[in-house]
């Protein structure tokens, strides 16, 4: 009986086997993960808006632009490199460490600067990116021929909410009469365009590309010489965010920047020079 039992056991087996169908293929895109990247998309050469996905702008996500500039071949490298679907989500600058807290977003590649501040909430890769920090101002202006921060005493100027170049710098400048800050690099610039403030102060890629959009425009530059601002490597050397113990991410991240040489990183950042807008969103 244990011998009949143990053989219609296997013709059971047997023939269930071949009534199977073959093994399902696994659905490629299923498993295809999406990198979502956060910018203010207001901040050029680093990132903008646009209205259509030309020299490969990147669709925004719930909104019909696109998001270009240097910040964002930086994404495009990453998800290319590891198959990721890239989402650029756009949100203010204020908004861009919360979201990477939270885990709204993956990552924010915005220009911003690896802070001991900030490194308490969330964890940077290595720096993509070295800005030296620079003033802008009209070329009519009194303080046009300014040779050194001294020279600028007594100045009315702004610059960006948040950022060194209004937390750090300014300050640095004896008697400057400093405006609130601006929400965004664009609204600096227009209130140095439209007389407001005699000068704001940026960083040079920032200073370049408004150049470009507002002729009248001159960088004093003093990074190279011992009358310039002072500043630490972690606030001129920016940094792609991702969630505290994010490591496989962060990793991946490095593992794309240590690819890219600074030489090219040059040429990028010319690229989007060269590319961005006329004006912004």
Do not use: H
């Amino acid at each position: 009986m244990k011998r009949f039992f143990t053989i219609a056991l296997i013709l059971l087996l047997v023939l269930t086997g071949c009534n199977q169908g073959p093994a399902p293929e696994p659905d490629n895109n299923q498993a295809r993960q999406t990198l979502r990247v956060a910018m203010e998309c207001t901040y050029a050469p680093f990132n903008w808006s646009q209205e259509d996905d030309s020299n490969e702008a990147v669709a925004i996500a719930d909104s019909n632009s696109f998001a270009n500039g240097f910040d964002v071949s930086i994404a495009r490298r990453i998800a290319e490199a590891y198959d990721y679907d890239l989402e650029i989500v756009r949100l203010d600058w204020d908004s861009l460490v919360p979201a990477v807290q939270s885990g709204e977003v993956d990552a924010a590649i915005a220009g911003q600067s690896i802070t001991a501040e900030r490194l308490e909430v969330v964890d940077f890769s290595d720096p993509y990116y070295y800005a030296s920090i620079v003033v802008l101002t009209k070329s009519q202006s009194p303080y046009a021929e300014a040779e050194t921060l001294a020279d600028l005493a007594g100045g009315t100027a702004t610059s960006q909410l948040g950022t060194v170049w209004y937390n750090v710098c300014l300050p640095q400048i004896e008697d400057v009469k400093m405006l609130p800050a601006q929400e965004t690099a664009s609204s600096m610039l227009i209130a140095l365009t439209a007389g407001t403030v005699d000068y704001v102060v940026c960083d040079l890629p920032t200073a370049m590309a408004a150049t470009t959009v507002y002729p009248e425009l001159v960088i004093l530059d003093f990074s190279d010489t011992d009358y310039g601002f002072e500043v630490s490597a972690e606030e001129i050397n920016l940094g792609i965010s991702v969630q505290k113990g994010n490591s496989e991410l962060l990793a991946q991240i490095n593992e794309v920047l240590a690819t890219i040489s600074s030489e090219e990183r040059e040429e990028l950042m010319s690229l989007a020079i060269s590319q961005q807008p006329l004006s912004e969103d």
